[in-house]
């Protein structure tokens, strides 16, 4: 059940994946708010767990979200949203982000490797000083960033053209239908 993935502590994670390391597993960490569930989302979180053993996924909590985002609130709420990214298949963890940055749990589970999407550069990754103190790395990861929860609900709120597609990521999508 992908609810037993769920550690609203994360300080009762931490002693499982300090095990997993010292038997030689490479601990992979990836973070975001995932407000609305999308291709982005599942190429991040894919590649993320193709580089270790063991792939924990911190999801910001609605306050965290509320600072980062001021201008909307979350479509899902961040029980809601950990469960979505607890049934996906390459994760094996999930705990709430309840701060601004993953800075804490990353220093709480010391993942050898600390990843974020495409749409970052690794100039603009605050925690990253504190991954490369204990010498793990930050990976860039995923697909190209023409995805986005901001666009999906444009697209949502949008009216769909005479032509029948709708702008989903900065481009035009359309159904290709068999036969």
Known sequence: MSVAKIFEDPSQ???????AQRLGQTVVFANGCF???????????????ELGDLLIVAVNTDDSLAQIKPDRRPVNSDRERMEIIAALGPVDFVVPLSDRTPAGLIMLFRPQIHTKGTDYTLDRIPERVVVESYGGRVELVGGPKDRSTSAMLRAIKAPESASGTSEVGGRPETVARAG
């Open 13 to 19: 994670l931490a002693p499982r994946i300090a095990e």
């Open 35 to 49: 407000e609305l569930l999308h291709v982005g989302h599942v190429r991040y979180l894919q590649a993320a767990r």
